[in-house]
């Protein structure tokens, strides 16, 4: 494990701020509204701020505040090195969680809670437990490292659950996450070494084989295949051509902020959500920064075509039936129109012990963000509910 510090180069910041300035706003139609896409106002807002008020070195500080490692990990020939913050918990025995972001989310995510979940006692809450707080970017995010080929969430599940068995040397330990991070969760829970629970906010890792038979089981397939008909074409084209989408958004900083805004808007607040919504420019701007400042997006996106190609994998396939037998956690937010929570029902036929399922008052797809505090009680009684 080697020490890390992010620190961008000056003149990657400075040609980042020039794209934005330079954007030729006079070949972009008018739009009121977002059903053909991010508005035009919408748009110029991100890029104000982002000249004007935004401080990515503000951001770097404060992840520099928290312990990170660059850490080489190789599974089945293939090494990768993977960056991680490591925010090691008060007390004699905290129980190690890993923290796990999707797209087009990131470490940013997380950043505050991180030190609630590792420190309770630092902010107002003695009597909560205590982590060790493991957040990775995950493979070819970010600052780690990018894969050779595309991989999806079963590979990428595979390369993190040997971080945690090698590197880091833990085991029973309690994995949360979201998008992408819940169905890399699922894996590491079905196939994994070092999961002892799973704590998630979306519905994500599915056995093969399951169908909806009940009348709410129907009705949520048919609303949830209605709204992906909708909002999912960023899905398709990342699924089939992330590559050349890449070029476009190498070369444009705002064209790649608007891809990923689309995302926020529409997954936050019921499809609703007029940004900056409960994010913030600031948060959303350091989360786009990611994908644009480290030159990410290609390889991230991949992981939509790693996906399909791990699906089409049928000699691989668990057989059905198969369901995930660790301990399960259920965060279940209203505000994502397009990833909403089935029915517990259906959800059960993918895991068999759901210990702990809770219906949020508020909060979207993004709950680490927008419902932070719903997310941070929910994961201590799910911890304690483990013993």
């Not at 905290?94 to 809670?113: A, K, T």
Request: glycine content about 12%; charged content about 15%; hydrophobic content about 45%.
């Amino acid at each position: 494990m080697t020490p890390f510090s992010i620190h961008v180069p000056e003149a990657r910041l400075a040609d980042i701020r020039a794209r934005v300035a330079a954007f030729p706003w006079d070949g972009v139609p008018p739009a009121e509204d977002w059903s053909g896409g991010v508005p035009v106002e919408t748009l110029k807002a991100a890029a104000d701020h982002w000249l004007h008020r935004f401080d990515w070195r503000a951001v770097e500080a404060r992840l520099n505040g928290i312990p990170q490692y660059t850490v080489p990990v190789s599974v089945e020939g293939e090494t990768l090195s993977l960056h991680v913050m490591v925010e090691p918990g008060s007390g004699p025995a905290p129980r190690p969680l890993v923290l796990l972001h999707g797209w087009p989310g990131s470490i940013v995510e997380f950043l505050d809670l991180v030190g609630p979940l590792a420190h309770p006692e630092r902010h107002g809450a003695p009597d909560a437990p205590a982590f060790t707080v493991i957040v990775p970017s995950l493979p070819g995010y970010g600052f780690s490292g990018r894969p050779a080929r595309p991989i999806g969430p079963r590979r990428m599940a595979a390369l993190l659950d040997g971080l945690l068995t090698g590197p880091l040397g833990l085991s029973d330990v309690l994995v949360q996450g979201g998008d992408w991070g819940s169905v890399i969760a699922g894996w590491m829970g079905l196939e994994g070494r070092a999961v002892g629970a799973l704590h998630l906010n979306m519905y994500g890792w599915r056995a093969a084989g399951i169908a909806p038979q009940t009348e709410e089981e129907t009705a949520w397939a048919a609303r949830t295949g209605g709204m992906f008909e909708r909002e999912g074409a960023y899905f398709r084209i990342q699924a089939t051509k992330p590559q050349t989408l890449g070029y476009a958004m190498a070369d444009s900083p705002l064209g790649t902020a608007a891809w990923i805004l689309q995302a926020f808007h529409a997954w936050t607040e019921g499809g609703a959500c007029a940004l900056p919504g409960p994010f913030g420019w600031d948060r959303l701007l350091a989360n786009i920064m990611f994908y644009v400042a480290t030159g990410s997006f290609t390889s991230a996106a991949r992981t939509y075509q790693g996906f399909m190609a791990e699906l089409m994998d049928t000699a691989r396939t668990p057989p059905p039936g198969t369901r995930i037998t660790r301990p399960v956690g259920v965060a279940a937010f209203p505000g994502d129109p397009v990833y909403p929570w089935p029915p517990r029902s259906l959800a059960e036929k993918s895991y068999a012990t759901i210990l702990q399922w809770t219906d949020m008052p508020r909060g979207g797809h993004f709950a680490a963000l927008e419902a932070g505090d719903l997310l941070l009680a929910d994961i201590r009684a799910f911890a304690r509910r483990l013993g």
